[in-house]
């Protein structure tokens, strides 16, 4: 479960977030709207502790931003899966490589990380593509090569900033479908987008941020 409870956050005095409560449950699908600069992103780096509240407490999982260690947050990160909209591939190495690459770094026997990157990309529909460099691929190709490696880890929630910012509509709606995917597989999806065609075709939770507070709109 995610949960924030009367949290602000602020940049240089500045609040971007004011005394914001909100839960989100493990399967859920959630869009995050808003105008650009309204802080979807500051919503979802909060929630990985990328930035911490000024007040109040972000709770994900078993970790909570009050008592939270810095050595304790790539064991948080660990158990979300983060895609960012300038998805940033290591483009000399192949798929396979650019998905494994985290659980080489975590020290996980070789063994586990085949099943599982073997997993997470049957997840996204690239097996066929696994020893292509990431060069090769299209752009929403590669943008299943993020998610699949934000998969890799099995996490309970999907943290997805603007996955579809950089795509064409049609692509778009391939990769939204995909999420729809794995959100029915049980992974619970948090999207950030601007893209309110996207939101209006898809039957799901959609939090708006407006003017530092979250408004749940019904009927997007
Ligand atoms: N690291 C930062 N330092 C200073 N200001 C920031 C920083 N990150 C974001 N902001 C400001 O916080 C506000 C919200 O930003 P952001 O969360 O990126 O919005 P969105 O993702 O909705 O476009 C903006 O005014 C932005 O300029
Ligand atoms: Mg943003």
Redesign the pocket.
């Known amino acids: 479960m995610i949960q924030f409870s009367n949290v602000t956050a602020a940049?240089?005095g500045h609040n971007?977030l004011e005394d914001v409560s909100v839960q989100i449950n493990p399967g859920e699908f959630v869009f995050v709207v808003?105008?650009?600069?309204?802080?979807?992103?500051?919503?979802l780096r909060l929630m990985y502790m990328d930035v911490m509240p000024e007040k109040g407490a972000v709770i994900v999982g078993k970790y909570n931003s009050q008592t939270i260690q810095t050595n304790e947050k790539p064991y948080l990160r660990r158990t979300l899966g983060i895609v960012f909209q300038d998805f940033r591939l290591m483009e000399d190495r192949s798929v396979y490589e650019n998905v494994a690459f985290t659980l080489h770094v975590t020290g996980t026997p070789r063994k586990e990380i085949k099943k599982s990157v073997l997993r997470a990309l049957a997840d996204v529909g690239l097996s066929h593509q696994r020893n292509k460099m990431a060069l090769e691929l299209s752009g929403g190709e590669q943008q299943r090569v993020v998610i699949a490696r934000a998969l890799v880890n099995d996490p309970l929630f999907l943290l997805a900033d603007e996955p579809t910012g950089n795509l064409d509509p049609t692509t778009s709606w391939d990769i939204l479908q995909l999420l729809k995917a794995i959100n029915t597989r049980g992974t619970a999806i948090i999207m950030?987008t601007h893209n309110h065609e996207l939101v209006k075709r898809m039957n799901a939770r959609v939090i708006e941020?407006r003017d530092g507070k979250l408004i749940e709109v019904k009927d997007f």
């Open positions: 940049f240089d971007v808003g105008q650009t600069g309204s802080g979807k992103s500051t919503l950030a941020i």
